[in-house]
């Protein structure tokens, strides 16, 4: 049974930083690609960072020189750095993997002063 926990999430102000995990199990990050997606309210769900088996790295423009994904095939755990965090960030983040197949449950990032 494939599994991926969302953790991290949280309320930051604008400008501050947040790191989440994506703790996989029932499926090997070594050999799939991996997304990050966010949905905010009243918003279709999009695509931020994918990383693929290979390391290849793919981000969406709105956060571009903000975010960076990152993985670790031993722990088998996706990761997502979060900096220079604006309201608009602000959204349920969502792991899951490159065929949207499986998806974790996600968590709540929350950008407000």
């Known amino acids: 049974q494939v599994q991926l926990v969302e953790s991290g999430g949280g309320l930051v102000l604008p400008g501050g930083s947040l790191r989440l995990s994506c703790a996989a199990s029932g499926i090997s990050i070594r050999i799939n690609t991996m997304d990050w997606y966010r949905q905010a309210p009243g918003n279709q769900r999009e695509m931020v960072a994918r990383i693929s088996s290979g390391g290849r790295i793919n981000y969406a423009d709105s956060v571009k020189g903000r975010f960076t994904i990152s993985k670790d095939n031993a722990k088998n755990t996706v990761y997502l750095q979060m900096n220079s965090l604006k309201p608009e960030d602000t959204a349920v983040y969502y792991c899951?993997?490159?065929?949207?197949?499986?998806w974790g449950q996600g968590t709540q990032v929350t950008v407000s002063s």
């Open positions: 899951a993997d490159g065929q949207t197949k499986y």
